[in-house]
């Protein structure tokens, strides 16, 4: 209680500081304690920020910022450096008018400024201790190297930021391999549906989550899920796990891994400092008399053409990108600092004529023929393809205890060589002036690794902004629905070789829903996408 007391300014953070802290019973000399920022007192977080930051000086004129990338060696996003300095994420705006010269992520060794009247309380009581440096921001290299330890045991963010990495260990490891199953044990607080099922079979959706979780009940000889003590065993046959949990020696494994490799040699050839040249065409799923995803109130077509016009607007304001949609809702509002929006069926997509998105498959075929038009009006102005990125932005419905942000690439394994012909099915201006799809191996494969590329820099961009993110591969390259997996048609018939689709989030899940229910958190998940795009382009 005393330590709450010092490092929260309240005793009533124990039980949170006890819930972050598992491997504790109680406070031990020497031994850290983990502190979520949010519950941190202003003097901890002063204290956190210039040990981390030890270049970073309070001049006159506020605070100075200097970009070091210490999570894990990753760039600094405008909304974290208002959340950290500011105490909210949302005036990133104003920081990007205190610092006009510097792009949507600011390089390494850049001086940020960030105004006395924007600093949270406790940076404003630091004294001032010299003038600021000259501006604008010279180019040296980094203060403090990517990976450098820091001498502060306060976590800068909540530490729940996933990697999306997972380590298949033999016999005595996480998994026990016998015969053709695999034996995992329950660790405390775990459950079966997340922990194992979710895990290591990789479905998300509720009804085949549930039916496999009955089904490795039964194998394990379980008769109640709900009441599973720590340490049981979970059989789990091998054709039920993803390929990396398979054994070393498995030929299953081993395909995986050389498709890994494959794809990971893939390199970028287009570099894009703030998006300068690349032209982004966004879309919004769903609308008009497709809400998409329900529950309750939220219809999933709302709030992803809200999120999608707020990407819009950040590409279009603070980025070198030119940015296309193809969808628009009919009053042409922007986004505003509304929380619960109501629903609608005006969204119309801007094929010609305009689509009235009146079915569901027209619509979502529709898309792939409009951003493939769009396409070959680009190269006809000698822009190349690999300039350009498709983002087609979602929520999932998934099984309750799914969580978190997910990205899905074309895999080149599940497209064909060819794809419809748009002329023989659709009557539009766009599905005249393109022909069917053609896709060789070559482009298949660069393409399945571009976009990875891309959901890998989106999903880092979250983590990084603490927006939650699916912890078991959160990018994935199919659907995988009831024992078949499949690509959306958006991302399989895309003649952009960059194309992603984002679920931004499980409306099953009420965390997820009710996060997406607050302007805030949809400006937060906006400046994310725009960053992991900036970043994907960048590096």
């Not at 909304?79 to 105490?87: V, Y």
């Not at 203060?143 to 909540?158: D, W």
Request: glycine letters at 8%; proline letters at 9%.
């Amino acid at each position: 209680m005393q330590l709450a007391s010092r490092v929260t300014g309240s005793a009533a953070s124990v039980k949170t500081l006890r819930e972050v802290n598992p491997q504790l019973r109680a406070p031990l000399r020497g031994m850290p304690v983990r502190v979520p920022w949010e519950l941190a007192c202003g003097e901890l977080r002063a204290a956190a920020v210039t040990a981390l930051f030890p270049a970073d000086a309070r001049t006159p004129e506020g605070w100075e910022h200097v970009i070091a990338g210490p999570w894990d060696g990753e760039d600094e996003s405008w909304w974290e450096l208002a959340e950290l300095l500011s105490g909210d994420g949302a005036r990133y705006p104003a920081l990007r008018e205190a610092n006009p010269d510097l792009g949507l992520y600011p390089p390494r060794g850049a001086r940020v400024l960030i105004p006395a009247a924007l600093l949270a309380p406790e940076f404003r009581r630091v004294p001032p201790v010299r003038a600021s440096s000259p501006r604008p921001t010279p180019s040296s290299p980094p203060v403090i190297a990517a990976g450098t330890a820091v001498p502060v045991a306060v976590p800068l963010r909540p530490p729940t930021a996933p990697s999306g990495v997972r380590v298949v260990t033999q016999q005595g490891g996480e998994l026990e391999y016998r015969d053709a199953e695999a034996v995992y044990r329950l660790k405390p607080g775990e459950a079966l549906y997340s922990a194992v099922v979710v895990r290591f079979t990789g479905q998300l959706h509720a009804a085949d989550v549930n039916a496999t979780a009955i089904e490795l009940a039964r194998r394990s000889g379980v008769d109640d899920v709900t009441k599973m003590p720590v340490g049981s065993p979970v059989r789990i046959p091998f054709e039920l796990l993803l390929p990396e949990y398979l054994p070393a020696g498995d030929p299953r494994r081993r395909a995986w891994e050389r498709d890994r490799q494959e794809l990971a040699a893939v390199k970028r050839a287009i570099r894009a400092a703030n998006l300068d040249g690349i032209q982004v065409v966004l879309d919004a799923g769903h609308g008009g008399s497709d809400s998409g995803a329900t529950s309750g109130s939220v219809w999933e077509s709302t709030y992803t053409y809200d999120v999608m016009a707020r990407v819009k607007r950040v590409l279009e304001q603070e980025t070198g990108a030119t940015v296309w949609v193809t969808v628009q809702h009919a009053d042409r509002r922007g986004p505003g600092e509304v929380d619960v929006l109501p629903r609608s069926r005006n969204q119309r997509l801007l094929v010609q004529p305009p689509y009235d998105l009146s079915d569901s498959s027209t619509g979502v075929n529709l898309r792939w023929v409009l951003t493939n038009a769009l396409l070959g009006r680009l190269e006809k102005q000698r822009v190349g393809a690999e300039r350009v990125a498709f983002v087609s932005i979602h929520a999932d419905s998934l099984h309750p205890a799914v969580r978190g942000m997910m990205v899905y690439v074309p895999s080149r394994t599940l497209r064909p060589a060819r794809g419809p012909s748009p002329a023989a099915v659709w009557d539009c201006r766009e599905a005249r002036e393109i022909a069917a799809p053609r896709f060789s191996a070559a482009f298949r494969s660069r393409s399945e690794a571009l976009s990875t590329q891309l959901g890998e820099s989106i999903i880092r961009s979250a983590a990084r902004s603490s927006i939650p993110v699916h912890p078991f591969q959160p990018v994935r390259s199919s659907v995988l629905r009831g024992g078949s997996r499949w690509v959306p048609a958006v991302l399989k018939y895309s003649r952009v070789p960059t194309s992603v689709l984002i679920e931004i989030g499980n409306l099953n899940t009420e965390q997820d829903r009710e996060q997406l229910l607050t302007w805030r958190f949809r400006e937060k998940l906006a400046h994310a996408i725009a960053a992991g795009l900036a970043e994907a382009f960048s590096r």
